[in-house]
C-alpha cells in the first residue's frame, strides 16, 4: 500500500486529490491510503439535493464549505476535530459494495487503543451503539474509493446546526437528541490527546508495510485543475434543480431512494434519482432508460427488469424501486 500525506485542510482539494489518484495517476502499488480532515465542511452524498441537506443560513454566516463527494450515502459535517480516511484499489476484483473490508483496520487500530468499536448492518461505525464514523464508496470500471469519517473531538453543536435532518429518520432536531446518537472518539480514550497524536496512533497502525510517496508540482497542478473546474465549481455543488411534478420517495435498507418525475400525456419526460443510498453503476443511466416510458406500474417493470435495475443500488431491489416509482 502507498501512503500520500495531505496537509490541506480544502475538502475540494482533498477530494480532487481522490479522483486524480483514482482515475488519472499511476503509481507502483494498486493500493493506496489518505488520512486527512478539512475545516468546518458540509460533505454532500452524490445523488442528494443539496439545498435539502444544508442550513443554508447558518452555513452562510459561519463561512462553512459545501462539497458534493462522488460518492453516494447521506450528507455528513466535518472539521479540524475529525479525521477522512480514504482507501483507493485500483484492481478491485469484487461486483459489489463491501464496507466491512476497508473498515475492519479502522476498527482493529482502535481495537489496539482498547475502543470497542464495531461495524453496523449498514456503513457506519460504532461505538457503545453511538456513532463515530460514517462511510461511502465510489467505483470507476475495475476501481473503487472508501472513505470515511471518524469524529474526534468535532463541535457537535455546528454538526447539529450545519445540517437538516429527514423527518423519516425520526431523528428530532437539536443537539441534545443527535448528542445521544453520536460520539467522539476523544470521549473514550484513555489519555487526553491531541487530534495529531490520534492521527499518530492511527497511521502507526494503518500503515505498516507501506511505502510514502510525496505530491509532485506537477501533481500538484493536475490536482488544483480538478479542485477549480469540478469541486469548486456551483454547477456540481449545488446543480441546477429542475421542477417535476411527482415526487416519490421511500426508505430501504439500502436507505432513501426519490424519484422525481416530469410527466406528461402520461409519458415520463423526465427523470432525476436522489437519496443516500450507494450505487454500484451510473444511476443516470437507469435515469435516461425510464424517459418515454408510460407512467404504468407494468411498463415502468418492464423497463426495470430489461436494465436490471437492481444491480444499480446497495441492497435495494428492483420490486423496492417499483414500489418507490408507483403505488
Request: with cysteine.
Amino acid at each position: 500500500m502507498i501512503y500520500i500525506n495531505s496537509n490541506s485542510t480544502s475538502p475540494y482539494f482533498n477530494f480532487a486529490l481522490e479522483e486524480y489518484l483514482l482515475t488519472k495517476k499511476d503509481l507502483q502499488k494498486d493500493k493506496i491510503f489518505l488520512f486527512w480532515r478539512t475545516s468546518p465542511t458540509v460533505m454532500v452524498g452524490r445523488y442528494q439535493n443539496t439545498y435539502n441537506e444544508i442550513n443554508e443560513k447558518y452555513i452562510k454566516e459561519n463561512n462553512i464549505n459545501v462539497v458534493r463527494r462522488n460518492s453516494g450515502g447521506g450528507a455528513i459535517y466535518t472539521d479540524n476535530g475529525a479525521w477522512q480516511f480514504t482507501f483507493i484499489d485500483k484492481n478491485y476484483k469484487e461486483d459489489s459494495i463491501s464496507f466491512e473490508k476497508f473498515t475492519r483496520p479502522i476498527i482493529e487500530a482502535l481495537k489496539r487503543e482498547n475502543i470497542d468499536a464495531s461495524f453496523n448492518s449498514r456503513n457506519d461505525l460504532l461505538i457503545n451503539n453511538k456513532k463515530f464514523s460514517g462511510n461511502a464508496q465510489y467505483r470507476k470500471n475495475n476501481a473503487i474509493l472508501h472513505h470515511g469519517s471518524i469524529l474526534f473531538n468535532t463541535d457537535i453543536k455546528s454538526m447539529v446546526e450545519s445540517l437538516t435532518v429527514a423527518e423519516d429518520k425520526i431523528i428530532a432536531k437539536g443537539i441534545k437528541s443527535v448528542r445521544e446518537r453520536v460520539i467522539n472518539v476523544s470521549e473514550v480514550m484513555k489519555d487526553d490527546i491531541s487530534s495529531e497524536d490520534f492521527k499518530d496512533i492511527m497511521l502507526n497502525s494503518l500503515l505498516k508495510n507501506s511505502t510514502t510517496y510525496t505530491l509532485t508540482e506537477k501533481d500538484l497542478e493536475k490536482i488544483n485543475k480538478i479542485k477549480e473546474e469540478k469541486f469548486e465549481s456551483w454547477d456540481w455543488n449545488y446543480g441546477k434543480n429542475p421542477l417535476f411534478n411527482i415526487n416519490k420517495w421511500k426508505r430501504f435498507e439500502g436507505g432513501r431512494v426519490d424519484f422525481k418525475l416530469d410527466i406528461k400525456n402520461g409519458i415520463i419526460k423526465n427523470c432525476c434519482i436522489e437519496g443516500d443510498f450507494f450505487a454500484n453503476k451510473d444511476i443516470s443511466t437507469l435515469e435516461r432508460a425510464l424517459l418515454n416510458c408510460k407512467y404504468m406500474k407494468d411498463d415502468i417493470n418492464n423497463v426495470l427488469e430489461k436494465i436490471k435495475a437492481e444491480n444499480y443500488f446497495h441492497k435495494i431491489t428492483k420490486d423496492n424501486l417499483l414500489e418507490c416509482l408507483i403505488d
